[in-house]
């Protein structure tokens, strides 16, 4: 089924939804700090009363049309709803991930000439500490849920071309880079997320977690509700909470980041009744190794199970996808991504000369997306540096096959020297072993490959399987364990291989 095209409000869409389906449920598994009132169940239609409630406070708070407003809590979906309410007032506002440093929330705050800060208990500490912004600047997501008499104020809208939504990267290479969105970006990408989800017929529970300052979250919950979708944000990962409410609500699709995925794989296999009632697995912007996807697809109790793995960016939203079942994942290659969406999404290889190179051959991977962002803000000409007329340099190593499809092979910057796809070795290592829960080849002394592993919770390194699992592989040196709460990640789970690279060879 293909969508029509809409322009993205936040505020427009979640209203139009919450009048089309108003007593559509919206589950939590904590309180949500600046929404108390929505407790831990709520609807469509309460929740965007509350949204208008909020951005009235935030209005008395002196916030107006256009201003720029930091959203940097802990990661629960008020931190999505109090997005939702500055979208209201006309505001813009700028997902933050609550890990970043003071030092670095320093330099995107002075970036956006020292906005409103929107912090709770979690970043209360680092938001007082950031240099150059006012008191009356800063305000705290829980004043906001205890407050309750306010006059209600009408929405505001920004030019559907002007910039409404920042996200930033992943900061693996640095300070990370402000990611600029407009409502017409955005509303391109819940066109490619609307035609997918489309395909499920049943609207039953949809369960996720997934940070809620990466863009691929607001693409999510926009276009989930556009369909009437009840909703389960999970705040807390652990696998004990992850048991509880997939055996008490039992959803029919969950999402998640790959790395999320590998970190509950061992719930699956011990207790494989917790994922049971689950029919469409979705990972999020990643690759996600095959036999983490064949566990969650055996665990299922649905007729024809569904993995979606979907590969993307930021900058240029979801792009690629492939659906994996129960017979197709014995037969595939997990570093076959899958192909674009027509008319909206698609890629091609080039060569470091920027030439376009034929099907087979690996080169960098270069993008097409009518939901491209409009720019770094305020680094135009370090956006610019990847535009290559309607193309996008992904910054990712791959090539397509010669039925077209993409393989995903390596970043660029971590490439190791010959070995064609590290990708591709900690797969098989994954896939092998399933006394480890991650795997991750860097670079080690003179760029030689470095495995860093972890074992997961409650098992055992085995030095046999390992040492066996490398017979057919290129020679790796000795790992280096660490535990896997250790490894250093980004909001959305990435492993910061350059970090752990300038550390170890230190």
Known sequence: MRNPYEPLNLYSNFQASAERFPEVPIYFDEPLAAF???????????????????????KERGIQKQDKIIIYKSPKFDTYLLAVAASYLGAVPAMISYHLPV????VLAERLDFPYILFDEETAEKAHQMENIPKEKLIRAEELGAASETTPVSQEKLALDEISYMTHTSGTTGIPKLIAHSANSMGFRTQW?????????????AAFHISPVHSRF?????????????????????EANIEHI?????????????NNFVQWVNLAREKPKTFASIRYFHSTFDAINKETMAVFLNCSKEHRPVFMQVYGQSECGPMILRFHTKQSIQKIDARNMGYGMKNLTDVRIVS??????????????????????LTYYKEDARFNENVYGPFWDSGDYGMKNEAGALLLLDRQVDLVEN????LAIEDKLLDTLSFLNEVVIIRGKNGTPQPIISVASGREMDWEAWYGALSDLPQLNEP???AYNDIPRTATMKVQRLKMEKELNA
């Open 480 to 482: 280096i364990l660490m």
């Open 218 to 238: 607001n693409i999510g919950i926009s276009s989930l509700m556009s369909q009437g979708f009840p909703l389960f944000p999970i705040a807390q990962p652990d």
């Open 103 to 106: 030092e670095t929330m320093n």
């Open 36 to 58: 108390p009132e929505l407790k831990l169940e709520t609807t469509y239609m309460k929740c965007a009363q509350a949204i208008i409630q909020k951005a009235s406070l935030l």
């Open 193 to 205: 997320q609307r035609n997918v989800l489309s395909l499920i017929r049943e609207k039953k529970l």
């Open 419 to 422: 070995i064609e796809s590290t």
């Open 246 to 258: 997939m055996t008490t609500y039992q959803p029919y699709i969950v999402e998640t980041h790959p």
């Open 352 to 373: 470091e000369e920027g030439e376009v190179v034929p099907n087979g051959t690996p080169g960098n991977i270069q993008m097409l997306s009518k939901g491209r962002a």
